[in-house]
Protein backbone atom coordinates (compact mmCIF):
# COMPACT_ATOMS: atom_id res chain seq x y z
CA UNK A 1 0.00 0.00 0.00
CA UNK A 2 1.33 3.53 -0.74
CA UNK A 3 0.90 6.15 1.75
CA UNK A 4 3.49 8.86 0.81
CA UNK A 5 3.03 11.30 -1.80
CA UNK A 6 5.47 10.59 -4.01
CA UNK A 7 7.35 7.51 -4.82
CA UNK A 8 10.59 6.78 -6.20
CA UNK A 9 10.24 4.79 -9.59
CA UNK A 10 13.17 2.35 -10.60
CA UNK A 11 12.70 0.76 -14.26
CA UNK A 12 14.98 -1.92 -14.72
CA UNK A 13 16.12 -3.01 -17.86
CA UNK A 14 18.24 -5.75 -17.68
CA UNK A 15 18.67 -6.60 -21.27
CA UNK A 16 20.43 -2.89 -21.57
CA UNK A 17 22.12 -3.50 -17.91
CA UNK A 18 20.65 0.56 -17.05
CA UNK A 19 18.35 1.67 -14.56
CA UNK A 20 16.36 4.61 -15.11
CA UNK A 21 15.33 5.90 -11.55
CA UNK A 22 12.90 9.09 -11.33
CA UNK A 23 10.27 10.00 -9.01
CA UNK A 24 6.27 10.55 -9.47
CA UNK A 25 3.12 12.21 -7.34
CA UNK A 26 1.06 9.39 -5.68
CA UNK A 27 -2.84 10.41 -7.79
CA UNK A 28 -4.28 7.07 -6.72
CA UNK A 29 -3.06 3.42 -4.55
CA UNK A 30 -3.62 0.34 -3.30
CA UNK A 31 -1.90 -2.70 -2.67
CA UNK A 32 -1.88 -3.51 -6.26
CA UNK A 33 -2.10 -0.46 -8.12
CA UNK A 34 -0.46 2.58 -8.11
CA UNK A 35 -1.10 5.82 -10.64
CA UNK A 36 1.86 9.02 -10.39
CA UNK A 37 1.61 11.79 -12.34
CA UNK A 38 5.59 12.02 -13.18
CA UNK A 39 7.10 15.27 -15.70
CA UNK A 40 9.83 14.23 -18.40
CA UNK A 41 12.60 16.66 -17.32
CA UNK A 42 15.27 14.95 -19.45
CA UNK A 43 16.41 15.97 -22.92
CA UNK A 44 14.33 16.07 -25.78
CA UNK A 45 13.46 12.34 -27.22
CA UNK A 46 12.39 11.39 -30.54
CA UNK A 47 11.83 8.12 -31.08
CA UNK A 48 9.97 8.52 -34.20
CA UNK A 49 6.61 7.17 -33.85
CA UNK A 50 6.67 10.32 -30.69
CA UNK A 51 8.77 12.60 -29.40
CA UNK A 52 9.06 12.83 -25.51
CA UNK A 53 10.01 17.30 -24.85
CA UNK A 54 11.19 18.17 -21.18
CA UNK A 55 7.96 19.56 -19.67
CA UNK A 56 6.34 16.68 -21.09
CA UNK A 57 3.17 14.61 -18.59
CA UNK A 58 3.02 11.25 -17.98
CA UNK A 59 0.17 9.51 -15.79
CA UNK A 60 1.73 6.45 -15.31
CA UNK A 61 -0.04 3.01 -14.28
CA UNK A 62 1.73 0.04 -12.25
CA UNK A 63 0.77 -2.66 -11.31
CA UNK A 64 1.58 -5.83 -9.41
CA UNK A 65 -0.86 -8.13 -10.52
CA UNK A 66 -0.25 -7.23 -14.30
CA UNK A 67 2.90 -7.95 -16.81
CA UNK A 68 2.56 -4.34 -17.75
CA UNK A 69 2.64 -0.30 -17.48
CA UNK A 70 0.66 2.36 -19.39
CA UNK A 71 2.38 5.68 -19.48
CA UNK A 72 -0.16 8.15 -21.48
CA UNK A 73 1.79 10.94 -22.26
CA UNK A 74 0.80 14.71 -22.74
CA UNK A 75 2.51 17.86 -24.08
CA UNK A 76 2.97 20.77 -21.07
CA UNK A 77 -0.57 22.18 -22.15
CA UNK A 78 -2.44 18.57 -22.17
CA UNK A 79 -2.37 17.73 -25.97
CA UNK A 80 -2.57 14.04 -25.93
CA UNK A 81 0.49 12.26 -27.97
CA UNK A 82 -0.44 8.69 -26.91
CA UNK A 83 0.04 5.93 -24.76
CA UNK A 84 3.97 3.75 -24.68
CA UNK A 85 2.77 1.09 -22.54
CA UNK A 86 6.00 -1.73 -21.34
CA UNK A 87 5.99 -5.06 -21.16
CA UNK A 88 7.42 -5.97 -17.82
CA UNK A 89 7.31 -8.17 -14.98
CA UNK A 90 4.65 -7.22 -12.26
CA UNK A 91 5.63 -4.43 -10.68
CA UNK A 92 6.96 -4.14 -6.73
CA UNK A 93 5.16 -1.30 -5.13
CA UNK A 94 6.04 -0.69 -1.33
CA UNK A 95 5.23 3.16 0.42
CA UNK A 96 8.49 4.32 -1.38
CA UNK A 97 8.73 2.71 -4.23
CA UNK A 98 7.88 1.54 -7.77
CA UNK A 99 10.54 -1.38 -9.20
CA UNK A 100 9.39 -2.19 -12.82
CA UNK A 101 11.53 -4.66 -14.41
CA UNK A 102 11.46 -4.14 -18.50
CA UNK A 103 11.08 -7.02 -20.83
CA UNK A 104 11.72 -5.06 -23.99
CA UNK A 105 8.75 -5.94 -25.63
CA UNK A 106 6.22 -2.75 -26.15
CA UNK A 107 3.37 -1.23 -27.18
CA UNK A 108 3.12 2.25 -28.14
CA UNK A 109 -1.16 3.55 -28.81
CA UNK A 110 -1.58 6.95 -30.76
CA UNK A 111 -4.23 9.49 -29.91
CA UNK A 112 -6.65 7.63 -32.76
CA UNK A 113 -5.61 4.42 -31.42
CA UNK A 114 -3.24 3.11 -33.89
CA UNK A 115 -1.26 -0.02 -32.57
CA UNK A 116 2.90 0.35 -32.71
CA UNK A 117 4.78 -2.63 -31.70
CA UNK A 118 7.78 -2.15 -30.47
CA UNK A 119 11.11 -3.79 -30.13
CA UNK A 120 9.79 -8.06 -30.64
CA UNK A 121 13.22 -8.42 -31.95
CA UNK A 122 15.08 -6.92 -28.57
CA UNK A 123 12.29 -9.06 -26.97
CA UNK A 124 12.71 -12.63 -28.96
CA UNK A 125 16.87 -12.14 -28.20
CA UNK A 126 16.57 -12.28 -24.44
CA UNK A 127 15.53 -16.17 -24.74
CA UNK A 128 12.89 -16.21 -22.57
CA UNK A 129 10.89 -18.72 -24.71
CA UNK A 130 13.97 -21.14 -23.88
CA UNK A 131 14.57 -20.16 -20.13
CA UNK A 132 11.50 -18.75 -18.87
CA UNK A 133 8.36 -20.02 -20.98
CA UNK A 134 5.93 -18.87 -18.39
CA UNK A 135 7.38 -15.47 -18.72
CA UNK A 136 7.44 -14.94 -22.35
CA UNK A 137 3.83 -16.78 -22.48
CA UNK A 138 2.66 -14.31 -20.07
CA UNK A 139 4.60 -11.42 -21.98
CA UNK A 140 2.39 -12.10 -25.19
CA UNK A 141 -0.41 -12.40 -23.22
CA UNK A 142 -0.15 -9.03 -21.79
CA UNK A 143 0.48 -7.26 -25.30
CA UNK A 144 -2.47 -8.65 -26.54
CA UNK A 145 -4.45 -7.65 -23.59
CA UNK A 146 -3.36 -4.15 -23.99
CA UNK A 147 -4.42 -3.78 -27.79
CA UNK A 148 -7.20 -5.30 -26.98
CA UNK A 149 -8.07 -2.48 -24.18
CA UNK A 150 -6.83 0.27 -26.47
CA UNK A 151 -9.07 -1.40 -29.60
CA UNK A 152 -11.90 -0.74 -27.24
CA UNK A 153 -11.19 2.34 -25.76
CA UNK A 154 -11.20 1.00 -22.43
CA UNK A 155 -9.69 2.74 -19.50
CA UNK A 156 -6.98 4.54 -19.58
CA UNK A 157 -7.46 4.32 -23.31
CA UNK A 158 -10.46 5.90 -22.78
CA UNK A 159 -8.93 9.32 -22.24
CA UNK A 160 -8.45 11.79 -25.35
CA UNK A 161 -9.62 15.03 -23.38
CA UNK A 162 -6.63 17.21 -21.56
Not at 124 to 153: K, T
Not at 156 to 162: A, K, L
Request: proline share 5%.
Amino acid sequence: MCDSRILTVHLLKPGKQTTVTYQGEVLQASSDYVLLRAIWDRAPLDLGYVRFETGDHFLEHFYADRWYNIFELRSPTGRLKGWYCNITRPAQIDTATVVSEDLEIDLFVTPDRQLLRLDVDEFEARGLAASEPAAYAAAYAALDELEQLARAGQPPFSSTQG
